[in-house]
């Protein structure tokens, strides 16, 4: 199988903690897999993120489909770092 050119996506350690973004962006790739996840289709996630071209989606999914693994911990960061917030303001998980 030929390896795919994520010519959409970047890894900067300078931004966003070095988290794989679409190119010229902030816009990390677990966030477009988790607004897809949601049930976003492409356009929806442009639209949410006015930067963005629909190659750019296409590109960062296939990506996060490439690298799950690393993907999947970024998501799950996510989410520990929303619940200790929630919890250090006195909210409820």
Not at 8 to 14: G, R, S
Not at 19 to 33: E, F, K
Not at 35 to 51: A, D, K, N, S, T
């Amino acid at each position: 199988m030929p390896k795919l050119d994520y010519r959409n996506v970047e890894i900067d350690v300078t931004r966003c903690g070095g988290q794989p973004v679409v190119t010229g962006t902030r816009v990390r790739v677990a966030a477009i897999l988790a607004c897809y996840r949601q049930g976003m289709g492409v356009e929806e996630i442009v639209q949410q993120y006015p930067g963005l071209r629909p190659a750019d989606v296409h590109d960062a999914l296939a990506y996060a489909y490439d690298h799950v693994d690393e993907i999947e911990a970024a998501l799950a960061a996510d989410d520990e770092v929303s619940v200790k917030a929630r919890l250090m303001a006195g909210g409820s998980t």
